[in-house]
């Protein structure tokens, strides 16, 4: 413990909080320079996409804005704070993120591991309202906590980290390409129509009959049919057990998703839970591992169940079925977001309801046909369920020897 210290933030490097360049200055933005909000994801240690880019002109009237790679980020307003990631390459910010350029006397992503050991600690510190709670630089740069103060030690306990979280990161990327795999699998069989013919040909393409289908506004094979995904499967909307009642939540151990975790792909795991009881005293239902489910509130998200859940009202529930497995299903619905988010209502919380999803259009292809499909596309979502679930171990692992190693706890050899 003599080798711990107590440390401001502020002594870690200098704080920087972000800013929005104005809307009415389009040349400010393009794709030389990442602009990272609290939208984009800090679910791994290294920022390495965001949804939008700064110009260079846009970065040069940010004046001292600029963040190097291997700066710390905090995410400091709103439900997202406390979150902390690094740049990895020249990066700015929006204001609702304070930001540590670490100086020499630090190990960067040592910092990294320790700010996000102390995610409490940043949580319980905002002032403003408790529907939005916000931290400011003044504040942030005052907050402290213990630190490792030799410099070696720090960069050991951040390798002993770091394999870890290189090992998540390198498996997310193995899924993302399974993944893509598995979608234009799905495009080329049944959206192009060139799954093999009797000759083991691209159908389509080698001058398979085709006829216009009404419903679909398109061409489909001949003798295929159309109906709606509620004909041929399970739709199921989730529900919420009452809050006020324990009996519903308290030593539970039933997983109950929220519409937020959709955006994980595949879903292994849920930040709450419901008991038996919650299930029967409400409109939740427990969906088995296999179902497809969609946020049907804002965003537009299927992904697949991974572990037995329950859901809340803003996700529908998609069963599998002997015919319909999920490895149809899924990618089916990826292709739909678009015009699925085309069908949402209301101004403050846009949505499509459970009929929507019912009555979404699909073609329905020959059981010898969809029996050759799950030949090839099941084993690609068997792997990606074996690697979220390594990661889900990974992950629980390093949350495990997290506190451990900056408490001093457990030292590295």
Not at 147 to 152: E, L, R
Not at 375 to 396: G, R, S, T
Request: net charge positive; with cysteine; proline share 6%.
């Amino acid at each position: 413990m003599s080798n711990l210290k107590r440390f401001e933030f502020s002594e870690f490097g200098e704080v920087i909080t972000g800013k929005t360049p104005s809307s009415a200055h389009p040349e400010d933005w393009g794709n030389a320079i990442p602009f990272i909000t609290p939208s984009d994801s800090f679910e791994q240690k290294y920022i390495n996409s965001t949804q939008r880019y700064l110009s260079s002109e846009g970065v040069r009237k940010l004046k001292g804005k600029l963040l190097p790679g291997n700066s710390i980020l905090v995410t400091c307003i709103g439900s997202a704070m406390g979150k902390v990631a690094m740049t990895k390459a020249p990066s700015v910010t929006n204001q609702q993120i304070n930001a540590i350029k670490v100086n020499s006397n630090y190990d960067p992503s040592y910092i990294y591991y320790c700010l996000k050991n102390n995610y409490k600690l940043i949580r319980n510190a905002a002032g403003g309202s408790t529907a939005l709670p916000l931290l400011n630089k003044k504040d942030f740069e005052r907050l402290n906590c213990n630190a490792h103060v030799d410099k070696i030690e720090q960069k050991k306990i951040s390798l002993a980290l770091s394999l870890i979280d290189e090992k998540i990161a390198l498996n997310n990327h193995i899924n993302a390409e399974l993944e893509a795999m598995a979608k234009t699998l799905y495009d080329y069989w049944f959206v192009q129509f060139d799954f093999p013919d009797a000759n083991g040909k691209p159908y389509k393409t080698s001058g398979g009959k085709m006829e216009y289908n009404a419903t679909l506004k398109r061409e489909i094979p001949v003798g295929w049919g159309v109906t709606n995904i509620g004909s041929i499967a399970k739709i199921v909307l989730g529900g919420t057990p009452s809050t006020g009642n324990d009996d519903y939540w308290k030593n539970a151990n039933i997983p109950w998703l929220s519409s937020a975790e959709t955006a994980f792909f595949p879903v292994v795991s849920s930040e709450q839970m419901i008991t038996s009881s919650g299930i029967e005293n409400s409109a939740a239902t427990l969906l088995p591992k296999g179902t497809v489910v969609i946020s049907i509130v804002r965003y537009i998200r299927p992904s697949i169940l991974g572990i037995d859940a329950a859901t809340n009202q803003s996700v529908v529930g998609i069963r599998e079925s002997d015919i319909y497995k999920s490895s149809f299903i899924y990618p089916y619905f990826c292709s739909e977001v678009p015009r699925l988010m085309g069908l949402r209502t209301g101004a403050q919380q846009p949505h499509i309801n459970k009929g929507v999803i019912d009555e979404s259009p699909i073609s329905e292809p020959p059981s010898s046909t969809l029996a050759e499909y799950y030949k090839l596309a099941n084993p690609v979502f068997d792997k990606i369920m074996a690697v979220a679930f390594q990661n889900h171990e990974l992950v629980k692992l390093r949350n495990w020897l997290l506190p451990l190693l900056m408490n001093g706890q457990v030292k590295v050899k």
